[in-house]
């Protein structure tokens, strides 16, 4: 239901561009988050896109440096990684569900299969 893509090695201060193509339904029906999980750790909400409104929360871990950005004639989210760091080194998964609350994964119907993003020098 989700192709996700743009996951890779990048350098420490490097960007990566995220992208997550819903397949079998508009992603207008839906909020769509982005969450990741580090080797070892838990799985952790990175950013809600809501569909309601337009707008996104990021956790405070990201703020500043990662924008979501939706591009509806692809059906397709995007997230934008800029001054990527080791410890942002994790599969990343995007998520759609009615609601957009990041502290609660279990809200969220459709996963995609994860990509990974590595930084590393």
């Known amino acids: 239901q989700f192709v996700e893509s743009g996951g890779g090695l990048v350098q420490p201060g490097g960007s990566l561009k995220l992208s997550c193509e819903a397949v079998?339904?508009?992603?207008?029906?839906?909020?769509i988050a982005w969450f990741r999980r580090a080797p070892g750790k838990g799985r952790e909400g990175v950013a809600c896109?809501?569909?309601?409104?337009?707008?996104?929360n990021y956790a405070d871990s990201v703020k500043g440096r990662f924008t979501v950005s939706k591009d509806k004639s692809t059906n397709t989210i995007h997230l934008e990684m800029n001054s990527l760091q080791p410890e942002d080194t994790a599969i990343y998964y995007c998520a759609a569900s009615l609601m957009c609350r990041l502290e609660v994964p279990g809200e969220f119907d459709y996963w995609g299969r994860g990509t990974q993003v590595t930084v590393s020098s």
């Open positions: 079998e339904f508009s992603l207008d029906l839906y909020s």
């Open positions: 896109f809501r569909s309601r409104d337009g707008n996104t």
